[in-house]
């Protein structure tokens, strides 16, 4: 069973870097096919994706969020991390892991979520 779990601080600052950090139990994020993404729900709307970083290590990104985002990963630890720049008070919502296998553009396993607010 694999298992996603997302881990960072829930306040952050206008202007600062949000970094969260997701650990994949039950499963390796090289194993082949399987991407590994982000995605948020801000309060009231609808997830948006945000990025992946693929079994290879290829990242992709949403366009609209794609000059202040980076995922990375840490394969000796099986982690993978988003960091967010320049955030502002519309980047707080609920952020979630999740993985999806390459044939597919449905998630099969996700985060519980993480509640991130963007406030002074």
């Known amino acids: 069973q694999v298992q996603l779990q997302e881990s960072g601080p829930g306040l952050v600052k206008p202007s600062q870097t949000l970094s969260l950090t997701c650990t994949v139990s039950g499963g390796s994020i090289t194993a082949k096919n399987y991407y590994w993404s982000w995605i948020r729900q801000p309060p009231g709307k609808g997830l948006e994706w945000m990025g992946n970083?693929?079994?290879?290590?290829?990242?992709d990104y949403s366009p609209f969020l794609k000059s202040r985002t980076s995922i990375s990963r840490d394969t000796y630890k099986n982690q993978f991390t988003l960091q967010l720049s320049s955030v502002t008070p519309e980047d707080t919502g609920v952020y979630y892991c999740a993985r999806r296998w390459g044939g597919s553009n449905l998630y099969d396993y996700w985060g519980q979520g993480t509640q991130v607010t963007v406030s002074s």
């Open positions: 970083i693929a079994y290879s290590g290829i990242t």
